[in-house]
């Protein structure tokens, strides 16, 4: 077990007070936390999801843009806040734990905390409205 | 390990006479290893009788800041240590994402809140910004990480002798509670958990009763009683020391508060109420 970084502790506490759907991942890309509004849209409570590795929620989590082609690895929105540590908007179809595709818009951004420490990303979501593809 | 409170009030000095047992003066601890090491844990105004006591005594001095709120820096400028030539003075603290240590402990000594300026200081000053990868200074162990309190804040754990000498953990202004429905959760995501886990002796906010915190003081950067026994008690430290008094609480107030908590939470390890010139030995 890590502590975890106070920057981060004190964004998943401010998640857990919004009601904005907000993920959150660790310097790694390892989801550590998402809140109850975006348990709405992955389809799983947190708690029943736990901590996942960068590499299962990535591919648990399908992207396609919106004409329903699949989102490059690279180009997801919550792998380049991670890799490029900028912020991102798109709007995206998810599909998640419960395998229901949703029409989302995404704003990511890098957490950048104290003395330059790269510490991860946030993801802010809501569902909007789209035409399945 | 000898540890000593020389301020332990919060916020503002109290010279009055009600809160004279539990002192009036601002967070300062001295600690003091086997070898000889001094470490002075936050200036507050409770680091001017200690300096008066370390005049002549050491070639090397290390005040280690947690923060720059004005109670635990506003004794620095009257340490009588940094106007002796011969003196070489550490002090360790945060930057700021904007401004690194130097630049912000030059805002409180030059005009026109000090009339002397850090660079006109007789003695030598050396500045170290935390929280930094761990070190040592003489026969002590110092890790270092950020903790829940408005603006940069550090807390720190200092082992003599690392690994197996005791260990004490410095908490004065810390808030592990907010934000939360519930408290404590898992120590992964509790603020200064780390710091703290099995220490011989907390040193840790008391501020406020647990009615006081969660009728206006939320977000305040301080702890209740009850708080802090529950954060004590997740760590499974051994002791713990009261710290970190509110200006407004007089010592029959601060003894109802300690009693009323212990009753509340009746806490497995063994409160000390810490009082200004109390010493720990651990």
Redesign the interface.
């Known amino acids: 077990m890590f502590p975890k970084e106070i920057e981060v502790i004190l964004a998943r506490h401010l998640a857990s007070c919004l009601a904005m759907p907000i993920f959150i991942v660790d310097d790694k890309g390892n989801l550590v936390f998402y809140n109850e509004p975006a348990e709405l849209i992955l389809g799983r409570r947190f708690e029943e999801a736990g901590e996942v590795m960068i590499d299962e929620w990535t591919s648990i989590i399908q992207i396609s843009d919106e004409k329903g082609e699949a989102v490059p690895y690279g180009e997801r929105p919550l792998v380049i806040a991670l890799n490029e540590r900028r912020p991102t908007f798109q709007q995206i179809w998810i599909t998640a734990f419960d395998h229901v595709p949703r029409f989302i818009a995404i704003t990511t951004f890098p957490l950048i905390g104290q003395a330059d420490r790269f510490l991860g990303a946030m993801a802010i979501f809501w569902e909007v409205g789209g035409r399945n593809p | 390990m000898h540890v000593k409170l020389w301020g332990t009030r919060g916020s503002l000095a109290t010279p009055d006479a009600e809160m004279a047992r539990y002192g009036g003066n601002t967070a300062c601890v001295e600690v003091r290893g086997a070898g000889g090491t001094v470490l002075v844990l936050d200036a507050g105004t409770g680091i001017r009788p200690l300096g008066n006591t370390l005049r002549h005594v050491q070639p090397r001095l290390d005040v280690l800041l947690t923060h720059l709120h004005m109670d635990h820096i506003q004794g620095l400028g009257f340490f009588a240590p940094i106007f002796n030539p011969n003196m070489e003075i550490h002090v360790w603290g ?4 904007t401004l690194n240590l130097q630049a912000r402990i030059t805002r409180y000594l030059s005009p026109p809140l000090f009339p002397i300026r850090l660079n006109e200081l007789p003695c030598t000053i050396i500045l170290h ?1 935390v ?1 930094c990868a761990e070190f040592d200074i003489g026969e002590f162990h110092i890790q270092t ?4 309190h408005p603006g ?1 804040t550090v807390g720190y754990r200092i082992t003599e002798n690392y690994p197996h000498g005791p260990t004490l953990t410095f908490l004065p202004d810390h808030e592990p509670a ?4 519930r408290f404590p959760i898992s ?5 200064g ?2 710091l703290a886990a099995r220490a011989d002796l907390l040193i840790h906010d008391t501020q406020y009763t647990h009615e006081q915190y969660t009728a206006g003081h939320i977000g305040w950067g301080h702890c209740s009683l009850r708080d802090a026994f529950k954060f004590a008690a997740l760590a499974g430290v051994k002791q713990f020391a009261t710290f970190h008094y509110d200006p407004s609480h007089n010592d029959a107030t601060v003894d109802q508060m300690i009693a009323a908590a212990i009753e509340a939470e009746k806490p497995a390890f063994l409160v000390t109420p810490g009082r200004e010139g109390q010493l720990f030995t651990l």
């Open positions: 945060p930057a700021s994402t910004e929280p990480m950020l903790v829940c940069p907010l934000g939360l429905k120590p992964e995501w509790t603020s958990y780390a």
